[in-house]
């Protein structure tokens, strides 16, 4: 079975797994391709990205183009001569880098393609109240998320799950299968299908989480603020304001019931309980991040607050 030389393309912490497995499972990465040094915390130090540090720790070269279309990056690749480049959570890409390989260019997405095509398919499955996603290997071509389905994976969501801890689940179920793709496509077992043309209503996108996405409208029902919250958990969180103060919401319950007050009304003992009242219950807080402190429970937050 002859493997592909590869190409791997990736810059968060959801893509370390996928470079882990394919390095220990013996496939040539010829370089890895990711994200250039940030300014991060609150020196403003220049930080690596997780995949760069994992690559340097596997002493894999490193790319860290600024423009993926700037010429001496193009020729770059051309000189590696890579048969396959593999795509985990990077940017997009121009025609001319994805086409460039024999064996084209895959891609890991975690969603179950056509479904939730976008740049945050983790969080709107959870925001959307959806009990299941997965993870998809595809290959790439013009328009973004639409090419042909390699394999997939389903995943149950849990009914109290967060967007961090199913972020972490597909991390590593979708590892396995893109490992499982390329010893396939190696051996020349793999299939590709092309993705069904869904009518548009049923169809449901992935775009960026905006600041705006966060903020929590209190006349929505509870479930939707709370699919809302845990969709948003840890990172980057909904907020409500707290007397013109902006506080992130990390954790909650919802309680459907009559509700005598006004959607946002606040209700607390100021001492175990704080909750905000909604279309048709409240949505009782359980951790919270007021702004530019740490999270806390909400007894902690209770007992040094003074309204």
Known sequence: ????????????????????????AGFEVAAVITAPDRPAGRGLRLAESAVKQTARSKQLAILQPEKLKDPAFIDALIQLRADLQV????????????????????????????????????NWAIINGETETGVTTFRLQHQIDTGNILLQKKVAIGPEETAGELHDRLMND???????????????????????????????????????????????????????????????????MLEDRKIKILSCEKE?????????????????????ACRDGYISVKELQPEGRKKMAIGDFLRGWRP
């Open 1 to 24: 079975m002859n493997r592909p030389r590869i190409i791997f393309m990736g810059t968060p912490e959801f893509a370390v797994p996928s470079l882990e497995r394919l390095v220990e």
């Open 256 to 276: 459907v019931t009559a509700v005598p007050e006004t959607p946002g009304a606040l209700v607390t003992d100021h001492k175990t309980f704080l909750k905000f």
């Open 174 to 240: 979708g590892a396995g299968l893109l490992l499982e793709t390329l010893i396939r496509l190696s051996a020349g077992t793999l299939g590709e299908t092309p993705q069904p043309d869904l009518p548009q209503g049923s169809l449901h996108h992935a775009p960026k989480i905006y600041p705006e996405t966060c903020r929590i409208g209190w006349d929505a029902p509870a479930g939707n603020i709370y699919n809302l919250v845990r969709g948003l958990s840890p990172y980057p969180a909904a907020f409500t």
């Open 87 to 122: 795509v985990v959570a990077f940017r997009m890409l121009p025609e001319i880098v994805w086409s460039m390989p024999p064996l084209g260019t895959i891609n890991l997405h975690a969603s179950l393609l056509p479904q939730y095509r976008g740049a945050a398919p983790i």
